[in-house]
């Protein structure tokens, strides 16, 4: 079974930093393509970043040259770097796999947390 656990959400003054984890079991990340989502209350939930296997990278235009996401494979983990934090980041943040073998399906973390205050 497939299980992705997100962590590192918290409270945060606007401007600074926060490191969000997901690491998972049941599956190997390496070869998957990871993003981050975001929802805020009473909004859509919204892609925020990916990383595919291969390491490339792209970023949602709200967060782009702000956060970063990267994968450590031999942890198993994949990672967000959040900097410049803004009142409007504030939203429960997912992880998600997407398989890039068959079934190609996709499976989501519980989200975790962020709330910045202004």
């Known amino acids: 079974q497939v299980q992705l656990r997100e962590s590192g959400g918290g409270l945060v003054q606007a401007g600074g930093s926060l490191r969000l984890s997901c690491g998972g079991s049941?599956?190997?990340?390496?070869?998957?393509?990871m993003s981050w989502y975001r929802q805020a209350p009473g909004k859509q939930r919204e892609w925020v970043a990916t990383?595919?296997?291969?390491?490339?990278?792209n970023y949602g235009y709200s967060v782009k040259g702000r956060f970063t996401i990267a994968r450590d494979n031999a942890k198993n983990t994949v990672y967000l770097q959040m900097n410049s934090l803004k009142p409007e980041d504030t939203a429960v943040y997912y992880c998600?796999?997407?398989?890039?073998?068959?079934?190609?399906?996709?499976?989501w973390g519980q989200g975790t947390q962020v709330t910045v205050s202004s």
């Open positions: 990383i595919t296997g291969g390491g490339n990278t």
């Open positions: 049941g599956i190997v990340f390496r070869d998957n393509t």
């Open positions: 998600k796999l997407l398989r890039t073998v068959p079934p190609w399906d996709n499976h």
